[in-house]
């Protein structure tokens, strides 16, 4: 004990104390917590898990039960979540999308909060509160087994469907209003199903009636191959076509030989010195 | 008389030659001699030597810098001859970080090679090269009166000897000839046409046709269009359809004749929720339960569009920004469309599937000379 307190003063024994503090008040926490959402335990009501998740984390802007909450200017606080299905829970908290850091032009993917027993209970919760889209099976998003002919009409459908705001190369793009359509290339395969049969946002829907499972199917063999193929043309600049490249070759190329130019007409150092 | 007879300059201006006769120079002997010159001139700045000119070490190393990049760059390429068949350029080659490894080595190789002799050139002819100061004078642009004088009288002689102006009946049939020459140039202007006739016009679109899925034909029922729901479209006469008997009916079009129609038949069918529709009154019915049909061509310069926005209905060309309100009849409201997305009346068959009621009514696409 004598050498703690000759060592009280020490330049670091404040964080020391406040370390141990937090360290101290962590553990007491995790001992105390109350026991929420552990799936793992045998027995466990998916939907009765989910509808506490759910009244503690979503009932503020969808309703107590899903209903949507209405404003007095009678637009949505928060949509019902009647009908949406697990497939929509699954993307938008499984994206991270929801729960919402603050209403916007468009709901934003970023860190998602819940595990993925979480989100399953939430889904389940939410399924049954009306029937809606399930969550695609892994044989619908399964795409290791692709053949060409099916990455080939798998293309056909993204180009026709998908590209206008997309992009070619599936990057993302603008939309008006500050909105824009995002990159498909770090997206799971499940999720993209998902968007596809849900219309996230002011995405619209591909319902399976007019798409059919195999046919999404298709578009995301092809997604995968465009995330896989091999760059002959060097760096794609982002694949977002002339503007990009041009910008390149007028302020990198053209740039980088107009300094070459000037720096070798500067190179005339002189000597200050007569022959000898 | 010909401009490369400058004189070449040394160092001080005592020993320039004051260029001589009649020449070209205008005035540059009298500002040499510095006759009548309010400020006298002060002549060409003694030469200061480089580095390389004055200590023989930095020579040397000039030279050993030189002589290294051509050395690199002939290793280069070598490296090149040596990476074309190492590595194989074929979708299953290999690859580094994505890139193919063949055009990334091959391109690597060469570039920097070039680019390793243009440099150690540049470095040459900067630290090693021979290095004095030139000055080149201004000389005016007319010829010499003499030459002038020698062309105009070979020109007099020529027409003189030709008898271009004696004999009026050969100019006068050359002169109708060569005027002739330009009439092949304008039958053959024949040939961008024919006209196109009604064809900017009209569409394969009419009363009875299947509204279809792109690309995979499908023919579309109402109950399958969800509230939001995009479908680019096509009519189905662009699809082979099989019949209830098993047989083929082939698709109406083919080859060029598909492209034609194709591009100016496509159409986008959305549906939203029926109360935010408000059809003009000749266009009540238009629709099926809130599904709407436009054509998929933007009237500004004809881009396909479908950035269909499900909430605010809006549909956005991407090429221009033009945006039209499809619950409001195809009104344009913003950017340089000058006409509303026309919009195809539709229904539904016996079937149940969708179909158009008539053909477009207006001309789809972009406004052309003729429609005004």
């Known amino acids: 004990m004598r050498n703690l307190s000759t060592r009280r003063r020490h330049p670091l024994a404040g964080l020391v104390v406040v370390l141990f503090g937090l360290v101290l008040a962590g553990s007491l926490y995790s001992a105390f917590r109350p026991a929420v959402a552990d799936s793992s335990s045998p027995g466990t009501d998916l939907v009765s898990a989910g509808r506490k998740l759910f009244v503690v984390g979503c009932a503020t802007c969808h309703g107590l039960n899903g209903e949507g909450i209405i404003t007095k200017s009678d637009t949505n606080y928060g949509p019902p979540l009647i009908g949406v299905g697990a497939a929509s829970v699954d993307f938008q908290v499984g994206t991270g999308r929801m729960p919402l850091a603050r209403p916007g032009q468009q709901a934003l993917p970023k860190r998602v909060s819940y595990t993925p027993d979480e989100i399953s209970q939430l889904a389940a919760y939410v399924a049954s509160l009306g029937p809606g889209p399930a969550i695609p099976s892994s044989s619908e998003t399964d795409v290791s087994n692709a053949t060409v002919d099916q990455i080939v009409r798998g293309g056909e459908f993204f180009k026709t469907n998908c590209t206008a705001c997309h992009n070619f190369a599936a990057e993302g793009g603008a939309l008006p209003s500050g909105g824009y359509a995002p990159s498909l290339l770090n997206t799971t395969s499940r999720h993209i199903i998902e968007a596809m049969i849900l219309g996230p946002g002011q995405m619209p829907v591909f319902d399976d009636a007019v798409i059919t499972p195999n046919q999404k199917r298709d578009i995301l063999a092809y997604i995968t191959m465009l995330k896989t193929q091999t760059q002959y043309g060097g760096s794609n600049l982002g694949s977002r076509g002339p503007v990009t490249e041009g910008l390149w070759g007028w302020l990198g190329g053209m740039g980088a030989l107009v300094t070459a130019a000037v720096w070798i007409g500067n190179q005339g150092v002189r000597a200050g010195k007569k022959r000898r | ?372």
């Open chain 2, 1 to 372: 008389m010909s401009s490369e007879s400058r004189p070449r300059i040394p160092r001080t201006p005592d020993s320039v030659e004051a260029p001589t006769g009649t020449d070209s120079h205008g005035d540059d002997s009298l500002l040499l001699a510095g006759h009548n010159d309010p400020i006298p001139d002060p002549g060409l700045p003694e030469h200061e030597y480089r580095p390389t000119d004055v200590d023989p070490a930095m020579e040397r190393r000039a030279e050993r810098q030189v002589a290294g990049m051509f050395i690199l760059a002939s290793l280069l390429i070598v490296a090149f001859c040596v990476a074309y068949f190492a590595f194989s350029p074929s979708p299953t080659g290999q690859t580094f970080h994505g890139f193919a490894l063949s055009n990334l080595t091959l391109g690597l190789t060469l570039g920097l090679a070039m680019l390793l002799i243009g440099v150690g050139v540049i470095q040459w002819a900067k630290k090693l090269m021979t290095d004095h100061e030139i000055v080149e004078y201004r000389h005016s642009a007319a010829s010499t009166a003499e030459d002038r004088d020698e062309a105009l009288v070979a020109f007099h002689q020529g027409a003189e000897e030709s008898g271009f102006g004696r004999r009026a009946l050969v100019r006068n049939s050359l002169i109708g000839s060569l005027a002739l020459l330009g009439l092949p140039a304008v039958v053959m202007l024949r040939d961008l046409g024919p006209l196109p006739g009604n064809a900017l016009s009209t569409t394969v679109w009419k009363k009875g046709i299947r509204v279809v899925n792109d690309v995979s034909g499908a023919p579309i029922k109402p109950q399958d269009v969800e509230i939001g729901q995009l479908i680019n479209a096509e009519p189905a006469l662009f699809f082979d359809e099989k019949n209830a008997d098993g047989t083929v009916t082939p698709a109406a079009f083919a080859g060029t004749d598909l492209q034609v129609e194709k591009v100016k038949a496509a159409v986008i069918v959305v549906r939203m929720q029926p109360e935010d529709i408000t059809p003009l009154p000749s266009r009540a019915g238009w629709g099926v339960q809130g599904i709407l049909c436009y054509s998929k061509i933007c009237t500004h310069v004809g881009c396909p569009i479908s950035l269909w926005e499900q909430q605010t209905h809006h549909l956005l060309c991407p090429c221009h920004q033009s945006t039209f309100d499809l619950a409001d009849n195809g009104k344009v409201l913003f950017g340089p469309a000058a006409r509303p997305l026309p919009q195809l009346h539709i229904g539904t068959d016996k079937d149940g599937y969708l179909i158009a009621m008539s053909g477009f009514e207006e001309p789809v696409g972009p406004s052309f000379w003729e429609r005004g």
